[in-house]
């Protein structure tokens, strides 16, 4: 006799007081040999979490052999619990964490013989002789069982008309509560049992995922590799997804998105024979409104993922309906139930297929079985106990296949009926994921920004005969999207991970760094320099249209000449020489009307040439601000004015518009009790308790031609917390919020530098502004999302914390106000108020979460009209891709000294990405979008002439 149990997630079993050892999740003891009548045993079990929901899954007793007429009555049951729910008008729905009735019925079964069915069960059920059974009559129990059976043949037929389609799978979690490194040997084991299972069964299928996986096995294990290929041109082993990884799917940004579908398709091209064409992602946090479209330009037209069943609010509506982008681009997308499946509860499968036909009127459904997370994948015992079904009399047919048959499958069915959802699939749970671990969202961004600008300027330089540095920028992009894995960017990962994806990232950067600076030298050395009278200095601008902005000029280490800027016609402009710490400064100033992905030819002119008058140093002391003394700065576009009480901005007044910005104070520091009940790293859990932080004072930093700053000192110590002697009262934690204003430059910048030393606590930064509207608009991939302010609607109940990337807007008919950031996502915007998220404090599964040193910028940008008519789309790309410097020298070029390398003549239209094709030597792919929502007629000039233009996929 043994008893099977589960527990979320490890525990140890105690039986009659004897500790019988550990179990991770899933455990089996055995009890005794010899099982007799009376025997009692006590079983406790100590079941442990670090994090997630504390749950007893399962625990039964399980009997080493059946005896015949124990398998025959307990099948039988089975049959008549089968019976009674697929005969049943149950309208539910569930969900992980919530049950509803929406009361929709779209079943196709003619209800009236539904009716006499289920009175036939209800009539015959009861005629079978437990009587005889009981008094150990199996003759006569067994003669009165066949005959129920007979009689209930009707039934059995009717069960007939349903299908349990299994699908085998393994969810393997690239890295999480384990290293990266020890999942390449999760993966060996996983396939290297798939493998013996396909000699085993004949009619065994296999689905899998993530291009990075099967690179490992080529690399490390090229005999399984070689395994695996056969069995897919055979194909029973399914590749599926089209992703390197199983990203995130908010946080990425949209080239990252067709970086990741490029190199697994091509990938899978080279390796397999062809593209994959189903989209695969079961456990991400959500997934962005865009996918469809960036899918269907991948060459994938269906999606499965199951993780909108975790939803805590409400039950998704729909389990196979048509997801579509802003752009009409549809895909067909299947939601099961779960993917980590050991077939161990054959009725939740039957009412699953209840609750499926009542969804869909559809009477086959697909179920994934396997166990996942850390590998291990379907196994042969799993399969014996679906075999086992067959044997039930009143049961669904029982077939076996991959996850793209099934999709064929519906294709067959008439879908001329089934719904589409328009907008993003929210996840209502796990928010948290879009703000913890702040350094690796930071990476993150600031590499899609490198990577993207290096590709640009290799392309470009390729033009004039520069060799593009193909596999380099491979190999960099490849670990930015592996760390874009749905565990290591959401923050959900152990220390160790961190870790291990700071090398990568450091790896990924050098090697950008490296090919951009060789790109721009190489540009640069075209350029006719030649009459230029002092150090040429080269100033690019990424973006596709022009633009005024500020430049910043890193100086060589130690170098203390004095240093000064002027135009290519030799007048000198205001610059500002900033020491940056105790060997390192930087030359800051103005660049007016860079060309649009183009450049502009400044001149440095260094030393005795200088007009000392044009020249700032920001090395003086700062300036304390009194007491008395009106805080404030300003510059041509804003007045600023700091409250003197509490540090934070009392007044952002905006001169062109003759209007105040806020409606109470602004760039607050919020810190708020977060103890979620489960799922540290993933959930917020808000209490309602905000902590206040201690004002200690304020500076007048700067104020000069270039920039003015403030610069608010505040600190915190959690109230109530006494710290050990000899400083139980000395703060926690420490804040730093530089309020910059640049002369020319029309948004109000914020900089907040962070020692973050807190437990259990989320810190927001707040502007009350003095717009509101009922909706806000948020960047998406690619595109914008429009989200409720109210939050009354049922649907938007759960969404009170929300992705964004470079901006958040609120805006009426005629004035709106765009936060800008730099590399924070999580936002919630409720009324007027605009809070963005900037560091949380989790204790599992990385206590070391965000603790450390942070610092944090956006900024706020004023427009008129509303997000459609206002310039916002733009400027979080300005914010988000400076202007940049380089160093010449003096010499002959074919290149003039300002030029636009690519222009696009409409405002709406945005070039994200520049680069060489993969598979040609003269070809280059350009990724625009359309960011308005407008049909438009955009003309795109180059500075060489093209043969053709075609669209094309990434």
Request: overall charge neutral.
């Amino acid at each position: 006799m043994k008893f099977i149990i589960s527990v979320d997630d490890y525990g140890y079993l105690f039986v009659n007081g004897e500790n019988k050892g550990y179990f991770p999740w899933d455990g089996e003891f055995e009890l005794t040999k010899d099982a007799k009548p009376g025997t009692k045993y006590v079983l406790v079990i100590k079941a442990i979490n670090t994090g997630g929901p504390l749950r007893l899954i399962r625990a039964k007793l399980d009997f080493a052999s059946e005896l015949p007429i124990q398998k025959l009555v307990r099948n039988f049951i089975l049959g008549i619990q089968v019976g009674q729910k697929l005969l049943s008008f149950d309208t539910y729905q569930t969900n992980s964490r919530v049950k509803v009735d929406p009361g929709i019925d779209l079943s196709k079964m003619d209800r009236e013989e539904k009716k006499k069915l289920y009175d036939l069960l209800q009539n015959t059920v009861t005629t079978v002789d437990v009587d005889a059974f009981a008094l150990g009559d199996t003759v006569t129990f067994i003669k009165s069982l066949n005959e129920v059976k007979h009689t209930l043949k009707p039934i059995e037929e009717f069960a007939k008309r349903f299908t349990l389609y299994f699908t085998s799978n393994a969810h393997i979690d690239a890295a999480w509560l384990w290293r990266k490194k020890e999942t390449v040997e999760v993966c060996k084991r996983t396939f290297s049992s798939v493998l013996n299972m396909f000699k085993a069964r004949p009619d065994f299928t296999y689905t899998q995922s993530a291009a990075a996986y099967y690179k490992w096995m080529q690399e490390d294990y090229p005999e399984l590799f070689s395994e695996i290929k056969n069995y897919i041109k055979q194909g029973r082993w399914e590749v599926v997804g089209g992703l390197w990884i199983e990203p995130d799917c908010n946080i990425p940004s949209g080239d990252s998105w067709s970086r990741q579908l490029l190199y697994a398709q091509n990938y899978f091209k080279i390796n397999f024979g062809e593209k994959v064409s189903l989209g695969w992602n079961p456990d991400s946090f959500g997934y962005n409104w865009n996918m469809p479209q960036m899918y269907s330009k991948g060459n994938i037209d269906a999606f499965i993922t199951q993780k909108i069943g975790w939803n805590d609010t409400n039950v998704f509506p729909y389990r196979v309906f048509w997801w579509q982008s802003p752009n009409g681009s549809k895909i067909l997308t299947y939601f099961p139930f779960d993917y980590v499946n050991e077939i161990s509860n054959p009725l939740q499968l039957i009412d699953w297929m209840r609750q499926f036909e009542a969804n869909t009127g559809f009477t086959k459904q697909m179920i994934l079985f396997g166990v996942g997370d850390h590998g291990g994948g379907p196994s042969l015992e799993m399969m014996a106990r679906i075999d086992r079904l067959r044997e039930v009399d009143i049961f669904p047919n029982i077939e076996y296949g991959t996850a793209k048959n099934y999709i064929n499958w519906l294709r067959s069915e008439d879908l001329s009926n089934i719904p589409t959802w328009n907008d993003e699939l929210y996840l209502e749970y796990h928010r948290g994921t879009l703000t913890t671990q702040s350094n690796t969202k930071q990476w993150n961004r600031n590499l899609e920004v490198l990577l993207t600008n290096t590709e640009k300027y290799s392309s470009i330089a390729n033009l004039f005969g520069y060799s593009y540095p193909k596999n380099n920028l491979k190999d960099a992009w490849s670990g930015v999207l592996f760390n874009q894995f749905h565990d290591i960017l959401p923050g959900s990962s152990i220390r160790e991970v961190y870790i291990d994806s700071d090398k990568d990232y450091k790896l990924s950067e050098r090697v950008a760094k490296f090919e951009l600076d060789k790109a721009l030298e190489n540009i640069s050395s075209r350029i006719n320099t030649k009459n230029i009278d002092w150090k040429p200095l080269i100033v690019f601008n990424p973006l596709s249209w022009e633009r005024s902005d500020i430049v910043r000029v890193v100086l060589p280490d130690g170098d203390k000449n004095l240093y000064s800027v002027a135009d290519e016609s030799g007048i000198v402009l205001q610059s500002l020489l900033r020491k940056k710490d105790d060997l390192s400064r930087e030359l800051i100033f103005k660049a007016d009307n860079i060309p649009p992905l183009g450049y502009k030819t400044y001149q440095l002119l260094i030393g005795d040439a200088i007009n000392h008058s044009t020249v700032l140093e920001s090395s003086k002391v700062a300036e304390s601000i009194s007491y008395a003394q009106a805080a404030s700065i300003e510059n041509e576009f804003f007045k600023v004015s700091i409250d003197v009480d509490s540090g934070w901005v009392k007044s952002i007044y905006d001169k062109r518009f003759n209007r105040e910005l806020l409606a109470g104070y602004g760039n607050r520091l919020q810190l708020l009790e977060d103890l979620p009940k489960q799922y540290d790293a993933w959930n917020i859990g808000l209490t309602g308790l905000h902590f206040p932080s201690k004002f200690r004072k304020a500076e007048l930093l700067e104020n000069n031609s270039i920039r003015s700053i403030i610069r608010v000192y505040h600190d915190y110590l959690k109230p109530g917390v006494l710290k050990n002697y000899p400083t139980e009262d000395f703060p926690s934690s420490f804040f730093t919020q530089d309020v910059i204003l640049y002369k020319g430059i029309d948004r109000v910048e914020f900089k907040t530098n962070i020692e973050w030393w807190e437990d259990k606590t989320l810190l927001k930064v707040a502007f009350p502004v003095s717009v509101f509207d009922t909706v806000a608009a948020y960047e998406i991939p690619f595109g914008t999302i429009k989200r409720s302010t109210t939050l009354k609607a049922q649907w938007d109940k759960g969404k009170w914390e929300v992705s964004g990337h470079k901006w958040a807007d609120l805006s009426d008919n005629d004035f709106g106000i765009s936060l800008l950031n730099k590399a924070k996502h999580g936002h919630d915007i409720k009324g007027n108020v605009i809070r963005l998220s900037l560091l949380r404090s989790p204790k599992w599964p990385d206590p070391t979460a965000d603790r450390g040193d942070h610092s944090i910028e956006y900024a706020l940008y004023p427009h008129s009209g509303n997000l459609e008519k206002s310039m916002t789309i733009r400027k979080g790309y300005e914010y988000n891709y400076p202007l940049i410097a380089v160093f010449t020298d003096n010499h002959n070029g074919n290149l003039r000294t300002n030029d636009t390398f690519v222009s696009v003549s409409s405002e709406n239209i945005i070039l994200t990405s520049f680069k060489k094709a993969e598979n040609s030597e003269d070809e280059y792919v350009l990724n625009f979008y359309e960011a308005k929502g407008n049909k438009t007629t955009a003309a795109i000039k180059f500075i060489t002439e093209i043969s053709s233009a075609s669209n094309t996929n990434f």
